[in-house]
């Protein structure tokens, strides 16, 4: 759960901007540094690479790592550091929350349509489009990001808490909901 949770939260404690001021700021904190790691990771890896095979593969060491960046198709393109993913797709999530600024009806609308495509992902066996991934992973993770959101504009953390039988339905509801999904990424 501890990718949901990252992502609920993210969008609990997510503070609007407007949209301009949203792009500079969410680049500035979340891509630069993904940007910044995937490079020491690249760099780490050559050597590495240099090390065990005494030369360096132009494809193997640049280009397969900079098309990485942005595609996840392990035979043409090798993500340096894959496991940072969540850092482009929050990106795109606190980009678009900003984008409609506190519209209610809009964010539950493209939570829906992306739980509904993210299902239809899923029942058509699509684990991870190799050209898709990012797009994927956004259908994934703006749930997430927007029941954060929903949760802190309408206080229903708060509510729960404060209503014990409402709290313990909601986990109950959670954890059964989670046992008949069965083990899942994102």
């Known amino acids: 759960f501890h990718m949901p949770a990252f992502f609920f939260i993210s969008g609990y404690l997510h503070k609007s901007s407007d949209w301009a001021a949203s792009i500079k700021k969410n680049f500035q904190r979340?891509?630069?540094p993904a940007l910044?790691?995937?490079f020491i990771y690249m760099m780490v890896?050559?050597?590495v690479y240099y090390v065990q095979n005494?030369?360096?593969s132009l494809e193997d060491n640049l280009i397969k790592p900079l098309l990485g960046i942005i595609?996840?198709?392990r035979p043409n393109a090798t993500p340096p550091c894959g496991v940072i993913w969540f850092l482009e797709g929050l990106f795109i999530c606190n980009v678009l929350i900003d984008f409609i600024r506190k519209n209610i009806t809009a964010i539950i609308t493209i939570m829906l349509l992306c739980m509904t495509a993210t299902w239809i992902l899923a029942r058509q066996g699509v684990v991870c489009m190799s050209?898709?991934?990012m797009p994927q992973r956004f259908l994934a993770s703006f749930p997430f990001v927007?029941?954060?959101?929903?949760f802190r504009h309408y206080d229903l953390l708060e509510k729960f808490l404060k209503n014990y039988i409402l709290g313990i339905?909601?986990?109950v509801l959670f954890i059964s909901a989670a046992l008949w999904n069965g083990r899942v990424g994102i």
């Open 54 to 56: 005494h030369a360096l």
């Open 146 to 150: 927007a029941a954060g959101i929903l």
């Open 30 to 32: 979340l891509i630069i």
């Open 45 to 47: 890896n050559c050597a």
């Open 169 to 171: 339905v909601a986990i």
């Open 36 to 38: 910044c790691f995937s």
């Open 131 to 133: 050209y898709g991934f």
């Open 71 to 73: 595609r996840y198709d």
